[in-house]
């Protein structure tokens, strides 16, 4: 009777050793894939909040300088370049946030608008995943230098 196992041992390794390989590679790739897709989220979401904050900015200030329009219009393009990132990268509850904020135009001119515009960095926030929970509150007055509280003074 013939003796296969002194065949079939080698092969059988080195199938497993090629299997384990494949997957490791498989999973480096997947790895470095998500991680390079969250580095283009992140970004997108603070050139947004760039984007409006400078533009925030500008509306507060005396226009008719060239450089003040000049500036405007580098704003203009960061944010729409940022939204188009956010449209394609971006997590749902993100891009559904920012439509609505969007649809008032991306003004910080009132109250309101100025909370639609933390809900949507909220919602950035829980999307990136870091730890901790931060309040309304505390992000409102990170973003404005002010207390939500003092709209209603």
Known sequence: MWNWNWVTTPIVSALIAAAVSLA??????????????????TAAYADFIRAVAGLAILQRQAQQEKEHFV?????????????????????????????????GGPLLDTPDRAKAFTSVCQKMRGDSRPPGKVSDQDMHFLLFDFDMKDYME
Not at 28 to 39: C, D, F, I, M, P
Not at 71 to 87: S, Y
């Open 71 to 103: 500036k405007g219009w580098e704003l203009q393009m960061l944010l729409a370049d940022a939204k188009a990132r956010i449209a394609i990268y971006g997590g749902e509850p993100v891009v559904a946030a920012l439509s609505e904020f969007l649809r």
């Open 24 to 41: 490791a590679i498989y999973l480096g790739r997947r790895s470095e894939t998500l991680k390079q897709l969250e580095s283009i989220k």
